[in-house]
């Protein structure tokens, strides 16, 4: 069966300090890799996705990047933490296949900029 | 993607069934219905989706209407831990189509003893 590991799961950085956030996924190969944040009583907001390695979409401007640099290996990056990335993100995978292409979610990150 | 409307809360007493309305009168032909729950501080758990035929699982069954503007998720038998917010979505299926997944602000359900 597929599982998705998100970590950490919890972090507090300092505003201006570097943030690597990790996923990956097994039991499947080529999934479509996918960031989301929700702020606090928000609904979801999707970040990023990925289709394949080294492929990287962006849906919003910010002060964040992603990288894939393996098949099922799917990272979120600032060099500069601003107050307002704090939240809670979640790293998601789908499998473009049949009917559906059902999205998963790990278990998510909560990040508190200070 | 088409955009749904839900009741922002609903309560369920514990042991009964659970029907949570939602609509989505813009839904395109080959535009899925997905549902996914979200419990406190957890990420969201897929529940089931459908396309025109009403669907049944291990968790919930999925009603939509024959002119494919309202669907229905029903909990057969709520517990407590089926309190959290449930979100109805419509997406295409395939991400290289545009089939983003986007979420609303969902219903919130509480389960009550």
């Known amino acids: 069966s597929q599982t998705i590991h998100q970590w950490p799961a919890t972090l507090v950085q300092p505003v201006g300090s570097p943030l690597s956030l990790e996923c990956t996924v097994e039991?499947?190969?080529?999934?479509?890799l996918y960031w989301y944040r929700q702020a606090a009583g928000r609904g979801l907001q999707l970040l990023f996705y990925s289709v394949g390695i080294g492929q990287i979409s962006s849906e919003v401007p910010q002060n964040l990047s992603a990288s894939r640099p393996q098949d099922r290996q799917f990272i979120l990056s600032s060099k500069k933490l601003l107050l307002s990335d704090s939240g809670f993100y979640l790293c998601a995978w789908s499998v473009t296949r049949g009917s559906g292409n059902t999205i998963y979610f790990g278990e998510g990150s909560w990040l508190t900029v200070v | 993607d088409a955009k749904t409307t839900q009741p922002p809360s609903m309560d369920c007493a514990e042991g009964r069934a659970a029907n949570l309305p939602c609509n989505h009168s813009t839904i395109s032909g080959n535009e899925y219905v997905y549902w996914y729950r979200q419990i406190h501080s957890q990420g969201p758990q897929y529940i089931i989706h459908?396309?025109?035929n009403n669907e049944t699982n291990e968790m919930a069954s999925l009603i939509i209407t024959e002119d494919r503007k309202s669907s229905t998720l029903i909990l057969p038998h709520a517990t407590l831990r089926d309190t959290a917010v449930y979100y109805c979505i419509v997406r295409v299926a395939f991400y290289n189509q545009g089939g983003k997944l986007i979420f609303g602000q969902g219903t919130e359900l509480s389960v009550k003893p």
């Open positions: 039991g499947t190969s080529n999934p479509n």
């Open positions: 459908g396309l025109k």
